[in-house]
């Protein structure tokens, strides 16, 4: 089993995250932000991973040190899980749409992290969400992750339908890229690591 069991403890937030990339897409989420757990639920169920993210974070300032460090320890803890990347596809991308809305994620499981990061919100919150702290979580899932990723929201009017179907793209191309290749169990790279 792939699995992992993270935690990150610090004046501002407690965090622990368990990962199984084998899982069923089952989750159980308490950040305190329903509308982050919404976002978190569909990378678990579209990528078919299990993901228990349990957070008490400084929320009485605002939710940035608990998105961030969200992001942070579920970037650990997927890194973990996917140990030295041995048979897996390295690649994925998916686009996913939402009605009016259009995203694109792709990812490589390069060893070296990157963020590119394409994404005018239409609003600038989705209830009492901040959105721009999406481009947040997702540094500090590359960051400690060691993975490359371009997220690109292509079209869309509707923030909450912009940010849902770059967290199903994001599920879907993690999914792709960590599935494991029955053709090989060699590290997909030609220096032979990553």
Not at 2 to 10: E, G, L, M, Q
Not at 96 to 102: K, R, T, W
Request: overall charge negative; charged content about 25%.
């Amino acid at each position: 089993m792939r699995t992992a069991n993270t935690s990150r403890d610090t004046l501002e937030t407690q965090i622990t995250v368990a990962v199984n990339l084998d899982g069923s897409g089952q989750s159980t989420l308490d950040t305190g932000l329903p509308f982050f757990e919404h976002m978190l639920d569909q990378v678990a169920r579209h990528g078919r991973l299990d993901l228990d993210v349990h957070a008490k974070g400084d929320l009485e300032i605002d939710a940035h040190h608990t998105v961030e460090d969200v992001g942070i320890t579920f970037g650990q803890a997927l890194g973990e899980a996917a140990g030295d990347r041995r048979g897996i596809y390295r690649y994925g991308h998916a686009y996913v749409p939402l009605d009016e809305a259009l995203s694109r994620v792709v990812i490589d499981f390069s060893g070296r992290p990157g963020l590119e990061w394409r994404v005018d919100f239409a609003r600038a919150r989705v209830g009492d969400f901040d959105v721009d702290l999406l481009h947040e979580f997702f540094q500090g899932f590359v960051n400690h992750a060691g993975v490359t990723l371009h997220v690109d929201n292509l079209h869309g009017v509707n923030a909450h339908h912009q940010a849902e179907t770059i967290f199903k793209a994001f599920g879907r191309a993690l999914r792709a890229a960590l599935e494991p290749d029955p053709r090989t169990f060699d590290t997909p790279s030609t220096k032979g690591t990553l």
